[in-house]
């Protein structure tokens, strides 16, 4: 280690301790995620019907054949007028009369028809009730056709018959009032769904009315299952309301079935659930077109099955448990440890009295995490910190040259000094709203890309004077290894962050399928494939003293540590998966290395 960058006996000190709580707070988390393995494989019940029509058996005994093999519940949605026209049970008599035979469906439509009062002239549509009276609306029958008449208990009799769990899936009314919203909610209590999902393009109760009908699901006991990815509006508003009710779902739309294969739509599934803590898998008919439709399913709902039970993972009813949130105290022991790094670290560039003042406004930000704030600016602070002082501590020209032994030891010195600033981010951000993924890890790009930034100009500057650097013969072989750092790093930044818009190659798909079938995590490419690789490279050239080029592979290099940290800033991704994630980058990037390593001591001795 660098004599420049090696700590003091206190800051040795004082990490020791913030890294030994930010343990304790990951051993902690892994105990609850490991002790709730639990994931509901639901069907729809639209799907149900369809499966039981290609098939000609009942209802029932296709349920009963979905819950051997796996299915723990099933999604009903309301009943519509539209749907209970288009089935018969409200039928047309005359021009603007429906009669309505079943009294449990006239009960229900009298309910929806209060909302808008007596008809006061010629009503537009006239209902035809079971007991000789009549019910007249003002309304156009075809701007009510999508309003909810809540549940076909028949539907529900079948679905608990066959030992399967109701999941209500509810719209957001047309008219949103408080009584149409206790309506729905109490349609779902009274048929003892165990959580809801919402349907359309809204949650209920979209807008001013969020908060109370959250307060009707959380009277009610039922959870609340946002779909991965989808854009309803509301559901961020619902989620606050609804922290701790809350089971993460997951589905795909028939479009990526349609691009996928079976194997890779498993995996898919299998991966939500292992990689991003999904509790609820959402599943869809796969081959609709295949000889037999319901042997298809069947088949691909145990292949899911199979495939979460070799991961450690049952197909049973989710509940709504997560690791408790990181205690106050925890916070506060952690920041200080790391505004005290960032305080000597800052004295490694300036003198005077600047390393106090950053220090002071580090700890700051450390004891403000008490008041509920601040905390995302610290776990940033934390995550430009550490890999930074990891690669410079390595790579600085103070560093004695060394046998092969020595750059090796580095290469994993360095990497646990990442992980440590991981475990410190990640203790840190051990909060629900992380976990469930309503709050993401701060400055993502920028946690990526300033310490790079930072290593490959001081590596430069420490050789070189800025004016020496502008004076310097530039040869063509130079000018192509920058732009294609430089065309690296760009492509890099397009495709890092929590929601980056770069789209995923049908190849990169097919690749990263590959990878996780043959390893026992998947490792990210920034580490195994960029900056492993460079890193091995950087720390030869380093150790024998050929610096011309080691700005650029020491940047390279640092982004691979950035990614490491930034592996543990997932919180919604269990604990051991990250850990087995850097160990097999190590593993793979260091194999890729070593071949790198021989391919440019060929190259130089040429």
């Not at 819950?67 to 519509?80: F, K, L, S």
């Not at 039928?91 to 209060?114: C, F, H, K, N, Q």
Request: charged share 20%.
């Amino acid at each position: 280690m660098s004599p420049r960058f090696r700590p003091p006996v206190w800051l040795w000190f004082a990490l020791a301790v913030s890294t030994a709580v930010s343990l304790w707070v990951a051993v902690e988390r892994h105990r609850s995620e490991a002790a709730n393995r639990a994931v509901h494989l639901v069907v729809d019940m639209p799907d149900v019907r369809l499966l039981a029509a290609s098939s000609g058996k009942p209802h029932a005994e296709v349920l009963a054949e979905l819950r051997a093999d796996g299915v723990t519940g099933v999604a009903v949605a309301e009943d519509t007028i539209d749907d209970l026209i288009a089935s018969g049970q409200i039928a047309p008599s005359s021009p603007g009369r429906y009669r309505v035979a079943d009294p449990s469906i006239a009960d229900r439509l009298s309910d929806v028809m209060r909302q808008f009062g007596v008809a006061t002239g010629a009503p537009t549509a006239v209902f035809e009730l079971p007991n000789g009276e009549t019910l007249g609306i003002s309304a156009r029958l075809s701007d009510i056709k999508a309003f909810g008449l809540g549940f076909d208990r028949e539907t529900i009799s079948l679905v608990k018959d066959a030992g399967l769990s109701v999941l209500a899936r509810v719209s957001n009314p047309p008219l949103s009032t408080k009584s149409s919203i206790a309506q729905v909610v109490e349609a779902v209590e009274a048929i003892g769904a165990e959580g809801v999902i919402f349907g359309g393009d809204q949650v209920l109760g979209r807008r001013d009315l969020i908060p109370y009908a959250a307060e009707l699901f959380r009277n009610a006991g039922v959870w609340v299952g946002p779909v991965e990815f989808s854009n309803q509006g509301g559901l961020t508003r619902m989620l606050k309301e609804t922290l701790d009710r809350t089971v993460r779902v997951h589905s795909m739309v028939a479009a990526e079935i349609d691009r996928n294969e079976l194997p890779d739509i498993v995996d898919r599934y299998v991966r939500a659930v292992v990689e991003r803590n999904i509790k609820v898998l959402f599943l869809r008919p796969f081959n609709r077109s295949s000889e037999s439709p319901l042997a298809s399913f069947r088949e691909a709902v145990t292949k899911v099955r199979e495939g979460l039970e070799k991961e450690g993972y049952q197909a049973k009813p989710a509940r709504p448990e997560y690791p408790q949130d990181r205690p106050v105290w925890a916070a506060v022991v952690i920041g200080l440890g790391i505004a005290l790094a960032g305080g000597w670290l800052v004295g490694r560039f300036v003198g005077g009295y600047w390393p106090w003042v950053v220090g002071l406004l580090f700890a700051a930000l450390a004891v403000a995490v008490v008041a509920g704030f601040g905390t995302k600016y610290v776990a940033l602070t934390a995550a430009l910190i550490f890999p930074t002082w990891g690669m410079l501590a390595a790579l600085s020209v103070a560093n004695e040259p060394g046998s092969t032994g020595k750059w090796v030891s580095a290469f994993f010195w360095v990497t646990a000094i990442s992980v440590a600033g991981g475990l410190h981010i990640a203790a840190l951000l051990t909060q629900l709203p992380y976990i469930l993924r309503l709050e993401q890890f701060f400055g993502v790009k920028l946690a990526h890309f300033l310490p790079p930034l930072l290593v490959a100009g001081y590596l430069l500057f420490e050789q070189v004077r800025f004016g020496e650097v502008l004076a310097l013969r530039i040869r063509w072989f130079d000018l192509a290894m920058l732009g294609l750092v430089l065309a690296a790093i760009l492509m890099m930044l397009g495709r890092t962050g929590n929601d980056a818009p770069g789209d995923v190659s049908a190849l990169e798909l097919k690749m990263r399928n590959f990878l996780d079938r043959v390893l026992p995590e998947r490792p990210r490419t920034k580490e195994f494939l960029i900056g492993h690789p460079a890193f091995i490279v950087a720390l030869s050239m380093a150790f024998r003293g050929d610096r011309k080029y080691l700005p650029l592979f020491g940047l390279l290099a640092a982004v691979g540590q950035a990614s490491v940290l930034n592996t543990f800033c997932h919180l919604h991704t269990p604990i051991e998966v990250s850990v087995l994630r850097v160990v097999t980058g190590l593993v793979v990037g260091g194999v890729i290395g070593l071949c790198a390593l021989f391919v440019y001591n060929r190259i130089r001795a040429a």
